[in-house]
């Protein structure tokens, strides 16, 4: 039993009613009255927090055919409530009519101050409401990604549901990840399709022309400043991925710089000989 309820049955049989009422007057003018309690949310709002769900509601295969809810519940949480733009390639629906879109919807409820933007080689303007914005574009294509981008302008999340095709993901990640800002995070879904020849991929686990190919180069890229070859040029890409994240078919790249330095001179000293003696 609450304070306020044990108060009531104790004071109120001795005042009576009037001077019960009395008593709440002066209590009203001394502190005000109480704030109602807050009304809990219902609808979308009650599971804006829970990427899982609102996949689920909004019927995007993020969750259910697939299992990357979860991983994006993790890394982007941070944004939650930040105001940035968020770039997904693939919008869903393929070329038939009124269909696509659910993951944008997703995307905007979960971060309620982000513009969410999403980019299809078909049409999907019918998607386009207040904080969802979509163009016509062609991954595959260089310049077709950079209009869009300078459109955009600062691009902090950057998601790719397109096509699928390694020479296209490929394509997608070396133009648009140096334009992401700097703390940014790069994700590329559905990774299977780079072990299928049918869809571009190989069959040959050590290719570097496959999309995973090239993405699991970036993991000895986070350790170039290891490498023993002197004569070794860092990429780009070597010196702005901070971590890559792989899971089933997803993979998360985190940018940031990556100059932690590294200690091989001091431990490897048959290799590169002892500092010599600092003479007076």
Not at 184 to 190: H, K, L, M, P, T
């Amino acid at each position: 039993m609450s304070i306020k309820s044990v108060v009531r049955k104790t004071v109120k049989p001795v005042v009576g009613e009037r001077g019960w009422q009395a008593l709440r007057r002066v209590r009203q003018r001394t502190f005000g009255t109480p704030p109602a309690p807050p009304k809990k949310p219902t609808g979308v709002a009650a599971i804006s927090d829970d990427l899982c769900k609102l996949a689920t509601h909004f019927k995007t295969d993020k969750w259910g055919g697939h299992k990357y809810a979860q991983h994006y519940q993790r890394y982007l949480q941070h944004l939650k409530n930040a105001e940035f733009n968020l770039l997904e390639i693939g919008i869903g629906g393929y070329n038939r009519p009124g269909e696509g879109g659910a993951s944008l919807r997703m995307w905007k409820h979960f971060f309620p101050n982000a513009q969410i933007h999403g980019m299809d080689i078909q049409d999907k303007s019918f998607v386009d409401e207040d904080r969802i914005t979509t163009y016509i574009g062609d991954q595959s294509d260089p310049d077709s990604l950079l209009s869009i981008a300078e459109k955009i302008g600062r691009i902090d999340v950057i998601i790719d549901d397109g096509s699928h095709r390694s020479p296209h993901v490929i394509t997608t990640f070396r133009t648009l990840f140096p334009l992401l800002s700097d703390g940014g995070i790069y994700a590329v879904e559905d990774t299977q399709s780079s072990y299928w020849p049918e869809w571009m991929g190989s069959e040959d686990l050590d290719s570097k022309d496959t999309s995973m190919g090239v993405l699991k180069q970036l993991v000895d890229g986070l350790n170039y400043e290891e490498f023993v070859d002197e004569d070794y040029e860092p990429s780009y890409f070597d010196r702005n991925i901070r971590a890559v994240h792989f899971f089933h078919n997803l993979v998360i790249i985190e940018k940031g710089v990556n100059a932690e330095g590294t200690n091989k001179k001091r431990v490897l000293k048959a290799r590169y000989g002892t500092p010599s003696a600092k003479t007076s």
